[in-house]
């Protein structure tokens, strides 16, 4: 009888862009659930003094666009968590997934460095960098583990 082939080990940059990318999951959708709320909300606060006087007058469908918006971020960030999950099991869908969500969230990541009215602040550069940085990780630790996805995903 042939032995069963062994089923290779996971390489540690695997579980850390794992990690990150779920890291970075949860927050995106924490922040899209918050930005849900107030797109929920904003009818009822739109017309308070204060926001009227800064924002003067803003059409309902603003409030529709927050709730969509903060539902996108909601979903990508589950998707996020989800790919990086099964990425931890050798799912190959799931490492294309992740590398294409890591893609995009390096790109946004990328545009929020670009300095505001304001100018850029030390904390939020180093926000930025540092998404930017753990979705680049990612993307590097993805794409240079081929042979471990191939040789994890063939059937025992």
Known sequence: MAAPPVRPARPGVITAASIILIIFGVILGLLGLLVMLGGALFPAIKDSPELAGQL???????????????????????????????????????????????????????ATIIPGENGLTPVGATISLLFVGGHAFAIWALASQGRWFAAASTPA
């Open 56 to 110: 003067g007058s803003v059409p309902e469908s603003f409030g529709t666009f927050i709730l969509v918006l903060g539902a996108i971020m909601t979903a990508w960030g589950s998707l996020q968590v989800v790919s990086a999950i099964f990425v931890l099991s050798g799912r190959t869908w799931a490492r294309i997934t992740a590398m294409i969500l890591a893609i995009l969230g390096a790109l946004i990541g990328l």
